[in-house]
């Protein structure tokens, strides 16, 4: 593990306007999902962004040596105490879950009663506090760094930052006990230039262990600007590999793209072999990766776009109004109580939501280089409010007899041709050996054969003797 990994994270701000307007149902069953805990190393950011004003919250992915975390964000403004909360992990995992790629599952009917089948981060032990270095007001200015603010924020020691050249700012980290990767500068250089601070946390030691928990909770921070960005540079200064982020972005209209990169959404609604419901992590995975290797890992992935206040087929509920004010969404204060049709009062417990809300959530997947991404990721929320997700389908057969009825003969010839469409859109999907696909769909379902044996079975007895 590197000393240290500097997430690869925020900055915001821009566009929107309303609610949803068409709907469409999937119908089906919900089986399985495809969620964070698939990705050993995916970073998680939450964004919520209105009318210039940006709320990030970032679940911190660290494992090893408290004494070695260090974050270092950009970030447009000088931010006071108020404007910075350290928040609840659980929440991300619910909109984690919420907003997952998913898989379904239909049962065909029996075709003899002539109904048409149906469309379908542990951390080791916290060590000994280690006090911070002190760097001297004199020895600040003469490296060219300002530090503009200093907070303790739970568990985090938080310095606010702005800097007249990288080589200043990285010399000061260094010298101030963060353990940032040497040549830090560079990738440091870009955001000096466009004027911007920087909001660095570390975390004190004496206040993690009061808090009796073995992880780090996320940062949030709120604050205005114009910029509607997610910097991803700092992430790759010291990566040994591919990075993977996981953002998801709430909105109070349309879906969020990206417009320095494409945008495209992952294939949905295939209906694929029913074994792949035991198999269906290493499925999704197969699926991405062989995505990524398509779009030569230059592509930004859309897995969820949906309304905050309901699913269809839903992989968790919908989160609560509470639970979206705390992930930032500070428009919901000023919505009409559902229940009593009057204005709620500011900050009132809201009931769970059993419909839509003036909240849209874009789930947005990229895994990337410095040199597939080498520049940060700008947003904008469109006006396309079609909802979408990620999800595929398991048919599952009929099991009766073939010499049932006449219609049961034809279905299973239709089954046939049905199986192996699926087989090739699974190998299609994931380069897995179709052959393989194929021995697995016989494991799971072999399709009778017609009995010309006078109803003594399947003539088990030919090759008894």
């Not at 101030?176 to 955001?191: E, F, H, M, T, W």
Request: aromatic content about 10%; charged content about 25%.
């Amino acid at each position: 593990m590197k000393l240290v990994r500097i997430q690869q994270l925020i900055l915001a701000a821009v566009l929107s306007t309303l609610v949803p307007s068409s709907v469409f149902a999937f119908c089906g069953f919900y089986v399985a999902k495809a969620d964070s805990s698939l990705y050993n190393k995916a970073s998680q950011v939450v964004m919520v962004n209105h009318d210039n004003k940006t709320v990030i919250s970032m679940m911190n992915d660290y494992r090893g040596d408290l004494n070695e975390f260090a974050l270092v964000v950009p970030v447009p403004v000088v931010l006071q105490k108020g404007q910075i909360n350290v928040g609840d992990r659980s929440i991300f995992e619910r909109i984690d879950a919420f907003t997952a790629p998913r898989l379904v599952e239909y049962f065909d009917p029996n075709p003899c009663q002539m109904y048409a089948p149906e469309a379908a981060m542990d951390l080791a032990g916290a060590p000994a506090a280690v006090r911070s270095k002190a760097v001297s007001t004199e020895r600040s200015r003469s490296l060219g760094v300002t530090v503009e603010a200093e907070y303790t924020v739970g568990e985090y020691d938080i310095v606010i930052l702005s800097a007249k050249e990288s080589n200043g700012l990285e010399t000061w980290l260094h010298e101030s006990g963060y353990n940032i990767p040497q040549g830090a500068r560079q990738a440091l250089k870009p955001y000096i230039k466009q004027n911007l601070k920087f909001f660095v946390a570390k975390v004190n030691l004496e206040e993690q262990a009061r808090t009796g928990l073995t992880y780090l909770r996320p940062l949030q921070f709120a604050f205005d600007s114009r910029r509607f960005m997610l910097p991803i540079r700092l992430g790759m200064i010291n990566a040994d590999g591919p990075q993977e982020i996981l953002l998801y972005v709430l909105t109070k209209n349309g879906r969020v793209e990206t417009t320095n990169y494409r945008t495209v959404k992952l294939p949905t609604g295939m209906d694929i072999p029913v074994f792949v419901k035991e198999e269906f992590k290493d499925f999704y995975l197969s699926m991405f990766d062989q995505q990524v290797r398509k779009e030569n890992m230059r592509t930004v992935f859309t897995e969820y776009f949906w309304n905050m206040g309901w699913c269809d087929p839903c992989s968790a509920d919908p989160l609560s109004q509470d639970e979206l004010r705390k992930l930032g969404v500070f428009w919901l204060d000023d919505q009409p109580d559902i229940i009593t049709g009057s204005p709620r009062r500011r900050f009132a417990p809201p009931p769970r939501q059993s419909g839509p809300v003036p909240v849209m959530v874009t789930r947005l997947h990229l895994r990337y280089t410095a040199d597939t991404f080498p520049e940060d990721l700008l947003l904008q929320e469109t006006q396309d409010q079609a909802n979408y997700q990620a999800r595929y389908v398991l048919r599952h057969p009929w099991k009766g007899s073939i010499n049932e009825c006449r219609q049961a003969e034809n279905y299973f010839d239709e089954l046939a041709k049905r199986q192996e469409r699926e087989a090739e859109t699974l190998a299609s999907l994931t380069g897995w050996d179709i052959s393989v696909i194929r021995d697995k769909q016989q494991s799971s379902f072999q399709i009778p054969v017609k009995d010309e044996n006078g109803g003594q079975g399947d003539g088990w007895w030919k090759n008894l003797w």
